[in-house]
């Protein structure tokens, strides 16, 4: 047990599918013997990987065999190296005594080293395994010896494990062979870990989660290697600290120092061509035809050795389209290797690249090579920037603008700052320019400079500041169209700032200035300045207007100003798709969702979340998925819920707007919560508690109560249940839906207090805010009535709920609903054949419905009260054959839980569950899982 808990403290992520084929391998090898080769580029955690097997293996002799480069020419120095770790296994046992191994002569005979190896092996009790780690550098008399044991081993409980570089070598020919041969074996390549992986790794050193653009810039400068990473945010964990913004974290210089070591080792004995080669790569950067490397490389004098370097690994080298591209093997190496060259070579490099090259790759290489101010290389990004803009390129462009600003000199400062600032609000990636609002606050007063400082503020929640430019926006007359388009962009951001200050009022009050400052905006062609030109859209800005209007005269209480509103926007919305239209969605969608009309909301959201694919600047562009996920919840699409909810969270921290992420975090819990997963809800229930107070959105704040209400539910903890409902009346703000009182009920009823569990249902029924979203009136007064004894009322209260109109809206909590129904029912002494059927109906439906939700403890519940009727009406056993263990694994899945699940509720591997699962089939004649779950259903036939 102490073995399984260390392991589990280094968790090895993107490698769990790797780790779960070697334990099953290992199962299996202990009846007829296995092997797995594990291979991947250096860095790539083969070592890593090899050690967390070996601790999982209980019961097993584990052999572990390191070999050394240094000592690849060295006769059975891999030999010795397992001869040593033989006696000293022998020196811990009573064979001690038999004398040790004699370590092998450079002049032995393979096949006599073998037999030795073999002898001593033999003589081991019980399985064993043998790891070689970096394989490929096994000396030819060491690779001889272990053919010779391992094929006699073949067959007995004997696993043999290798790691080693992709090439061919004899220990990877050696595994050609055994696989031809058994069919127990696995070849796992593990390639570089995923952006997501990534995102789970740092969460894991850094103790807080990254932004997926974070954690994509990452992985690129490492090319996923999961030890370069784990060096690098060792190295930054105080430089992610400092970022403004999680999203606005740039990789800095610094992290490469902890890899010049690294790099040096790759160098070591390299021939001056080689190097140059990786230099010069190293420099360029993009990937490049070899033949216009070689062309730059020839016009700097340089004698470069490009193949030299991809030998190396220093160089990645690619064919595409039949021609051959190379490149840096990552980012850090590039950054390591053209830190070690002097700033004149580095600028003679980049100058003679900006002649070679064309179109932005040129003018990068420009821009590197520039040592002074320089008016026409700014005019030239500028102009550049704009462009690729209006080709939708926002990181290039955002790159060049930043260029701009930073080559300027006093003449050009203000117009690069304004540029990189209005491209920052055309793609809503302010994140990016938060370091500079000083330099904005310092820029002399203008329209330009007003509306990019208007947003910076409110992002920076300083909203009064904000209010004041916004304000300044409305009074101050417009007299040229460029004047005007900043003015009509203003109108509408004007409502944000006082709905973040809670004034849902002065939007109301704004209303009709902000239409007639939108009614102004000017055609786009009118606008002189081309960087203004696509503020000049007076459709997206009312349409945002009336989203933020309509959500304000809902919290205001205006019906008189809500239905025209949302009329007009239905009409306005007709055929127009943009990120406008996702705020608009949204904004609207939580008024429906507060006023119970979730068909509406569902409508808008689902529309919202598809725009947001092709629209991904928008405003809310977090809380189209965050809240349509809730939706999903709600209306029992629990895997499409589940899966939007994670998205959420794996992009939230890219939002401009942070906000939705501790919510994303709340909706990513709820599913999980249902299904009984109490370690998951409390690791995302503990990270969202983490998130900054000031950015804490407004929706629904009764979420993380909720999925702690409903965790304890699933679980059958009445009490947890009723806490978490404590917690949530605490915590409740007028946006709540108020769906802690259904659980309130629910607790109450079932920890045996009726007085209180009346009381609470009245107030439910009373209050005009409470919604059925968690469960009806008709279920929670049936859940009152049992808790007072009166049982029939209380039947009859469950079965209003599963029947009465609109309860297919809310599966899950229909069938809780059928779930009581059913059990009270069958509870009742003396009932008719026709109350029992009636019963047993409404539990197989309920069942059904869990099922599908992958609601594994409530599906248990239904499955255990079927089984006990159906055994008290006969004596078979569908399950009779089965052992204990096989039973308890077969009622778990027969609940849906998956293998992992189940694993982790009998303290056994994933590995072990396989095999009770196999067994459980073969010992009743079935195919599927689906099968014995259809079997765990069936009713039993009378003896």
Known sequence: MTDQVRADERPLFGRDRARETMLLVAHRAQERGGAVLVTGEAGMGKTALLADVAERLDGWTVLRVHADSFESDLAYATVETLVRGLNALRSGTRRGAAGAIRPPSPGDDPLT?????????????????????????????????????????????????????????????????????????????????????????????????????????????????????SVLLGQLRDTFAQALHPAGWDLPATAITPLATAIAASLDGADPSVRAAAELIAVLRDPLPLPVAGTIAQRLGMDVDVHGAVARGLVLAETRDGVVRVEPAHAILADALAGELSLERRVAIHRVASEVLSGHRALRHRVEAADRADPTLVAELLSAALTVSDLGQAEQALSYARSAVDLADDGDAERALLELGLIAMRFRMHERILDLRPAFEA?????????????LRTLSRDLPGALALALEFERRPARTPDERALRSHAAEALPKVLMAMGDFAGVIDHLDAARE??????????????????????????????????????????????????????????????????????????????????????????????????????????????????????????????????????????????????????????????????????????????????????????????????????????????????????????????????????????????????????????????????????????????????????????????????????????????????????????????????GRAQLEAAAETFRRLGAAGYLA??????????????????????????????????????????????????????????????????????????LSRRRPVKS
């Open 517 to 838: 400052h939108i009614a102004a905006s000017p055609a786009p062609v009118e606008v002189a300045d081309p960087a203004l030109r696509w503020l000049a859209a007076p459709q997206d800005d009312l349409t945002r207007l009336l989203g933020w209007a309509i959500n304000s005269a809902a919290h205001s209480r205006r019906p008189d100003l809500f239905g025209p509103l949302t009329a007009e926007l239905d009409e306005l919305l007709v055929g127009h798709e943009s990120p406008a239209a996702v705020d608009a969605l949204v904004s609207r969608s939580r008024v429906f969702i507060l006023s119970g009309d979730i068909g509406r909301a569902r409508a808008d959201l689902a529309r919202a979340a598809e725009l947001v694919r092709r629209f991904p600047s928008s405003w809310t562009a977090g809380f189209a998925r965050t809240m349509y996920a809730h939706i999903l919840f709600l209306t029992g699409e629990w895997e499409d819920s589940v899966t939007l909810a994670d998205t959420a969270v794996a992009l939230a921290l890219d939002e401009t707007d942070l906000s939705c992420w501790p919510i994303a975090l709340w909706t990513s819990a709820l599913v999980r919560a249902g299904r009984g997963e109490a370690e998951a809800v409390e690791e995302r229930l503990r990270a969202a508690a983490h998130a900054d107070p000031r950015i804490t959105g407004s929706y629904d704040g009764d979420l993380p109560h909720l999925a702690r209400a409903e965790l304890g539910r699933a679980l059958g903890r009445p009490r947890d249940q009723l806490a978490a409902v404590e917690q949530a009346e605490a915590a409740a703000s007028r946006g709540s839906t108020l769906g802690w009182l259904s659980y309130r009920v629910d607790a109450l009823a079932a920890l045996g207090r009726p007085e209180e569990a009346r009381e609470a249902y009245e107030r439910a029924a009373a209050s005009p805010m409470w919604r059925p979203y968690y469960g009806s009136l008709r279920w929670l007064e049936g859940r009152a009535l049992e808790a007072e004894g009166r049982i029939p009322e209380a039947v009859e209260a469950y079965r209003d709920a599963v029947d009465e109109p609109g309860a297919e809206l809310f599966p899950f909590p229909r069938a809780v609903a059928a779930l009581d129904a059913g059990r009270l029912a069958l509870a009742q002494p003396g009932a008719s054949p026709a109350a029992t059927e009636r």
């Open 113 to 229: 080293v073998g037999r030795l190896l073999l002898d001593a092996i033999d003589a081991i009790d019980g399985p064993v395994c043998l790891i070689v780690d970096d394989a490929q550098w096994v000396d030819e008399p060491s690779a001889r010896a272990l053919r010779f044991l391992v094929r006699r081993l073949a067959e007995q409980s004997f696993l043999f494990t290798a790691a080693t570089r992709p090439q061919q070598n004899s220990v990877s020919g050696l595994f050609d062979d055994l696989a031809s041969t058994t069919t127990n074996h696995a070849r796992i390549e593990l390639t570089p870990l995923t952006v997501g992986d990534t995102q789970e790794l740092a969460r894991h050193i850094l103790g807080h989660p990254v932004s997926r653009r974070t954690a994509t810039r990452l992985t690129e400068a490492t090319q996923g290697s999961p030890l370069l990473l």
């Open 861 to 934: 519940r239904c499955v255990r009260l079927l089984d006990e009727t159906a055994v008290a009406t006969s004596a078979v056993d569908p399950l009779a054959t089965l052992t204990t263990r096989e039973r308890q694994v077969a009622h778990a899945l027969a609940a849906g839980m998956t293998n992992k699940e189940i694993a982790e509720r009998l303290y056994v591997s994933v590995t072990t569950v396989n095999f009770h699962v196999r067994n459980i089939l073969s010992k009743l004649g079935l195919r599927s899982r689906r099968d014995l779950r259809s």
């Open 443 to 455: 820029t002399p007063p203008s329209p330009t400079r007003d509306a990019v400082l208007l947003e």
